[in-house]
């Protein structure tokens, strides 16, 4: 008997553009013959894990699950025994010969991000300083910290606050300065590079080997880093690209 499962993706609510923020979407599933379909969690945040059980009656078996997307793309499936599969959405706009598209899948799994919604991650989009906080702030288990913020661009109530507010306390980030963090502003290479060196505690014996890297620069010491361990191998040129925007795909990968 061949049971096919379709997991139709409807927004709900309908997601912001680009904050990373985690919209939810409804999972269905077809009235089953023969046998039981259940699915958990029947509204799932992008990138979260869903589990597909399945009971067929008795005398009948399993012969093929088939789970697809809202566009006809068919999932991957993970057999856990006894009649469970798991799967996890994939974002259109990561193709799988893409440069992020591993790095674009571990933190989608990991639940480090959420994408932009509409099935997309936009890997292409420049990275906001929020928006690699946040990255770095799940990445780490998203802790909740008691730690004073007093920052006039940053609200309690948005989907960055707690991910800021711990990178203050850890000394990743001291904000933009006069009471600001900027959070919209566009993450520069230079500053993706320190954050992560800082959230990891890093640190290099030599020097970064770039011609716009001065030894005496914030940055140099992480670039340096980053250089020594394959995390970066600049832009070309001899250049690291130290002012150079940092895109959503560059930043998860």
Not at 226 to 238: F, H, M
Request: charged share 20%; hydrophobic share 35%.
């Amino acid at each position: 008997y061949t049971m096919t499962l379709t997991a139709k993706w409807t927004e709900n609510p309908p997601a912001p553009s680009y904050d990373d923020s985690d919209p939810t979407y409804a999972v269905s599933a077809p009235t089953a013959e023969n046998g039981k379909i259940a699915v958990s969690p029947r509204y799932a945040e992008r990138g979260e894990r869903v589990t597909v059980t399945l009971t067929p009656d008795e005398g009948f078996e399993l012969e093929s699950l088939t789970v697809t997307d809202s566009r006809g793309n068919e999932l991957t499936l993970t057999d856990k025994g006894d009649g469970r599969y798991t799967f996890t959405s994939p974002f259109a706009d990561v193709a799988i010969d893409a440069y992020c598209y591993e790095a674009v899948k571990w933190a989608q799994e990991k639940g480090i991000t959420g994408g932009v919604g509409n099935d997309r991650f936009a890997p292409e989009q420049p990275c906001t300083r929020a928006q690699i906080v946040t990255f770095l702030w799940r990445a780490a288990g998203s802790p909740v910290v008691n730690y004073a913020m007093d920052l006039s661009d940053v609200a309690e109530d948005v989907y960055y606050a707690e991910a800021v507010r711990w990178a203050l306390s850890e000394g990743i980030t001291t904000g933009a300065g006069e009471g600001s963090f900027s959070p919209d502003a566009t993450c520069t290479r230079a500053q993706a590079v320190t954050f992560l060196a800082r959230a990891l505690n890093a640190n290099a014996s030599g020097k970064a080997e770039f011609g716009d890297v001065p030894t005496d620069s914030y940055f140099a010491e992480a670039v340096a880093w980053a250089a020594a361990n394959g995390v970066t191998e600049g832009v070309g040129g001899g250049l690291f690209g130290s002012d150079n925007s940092c895109t959503r795909g560059g930043a998860v990968k």
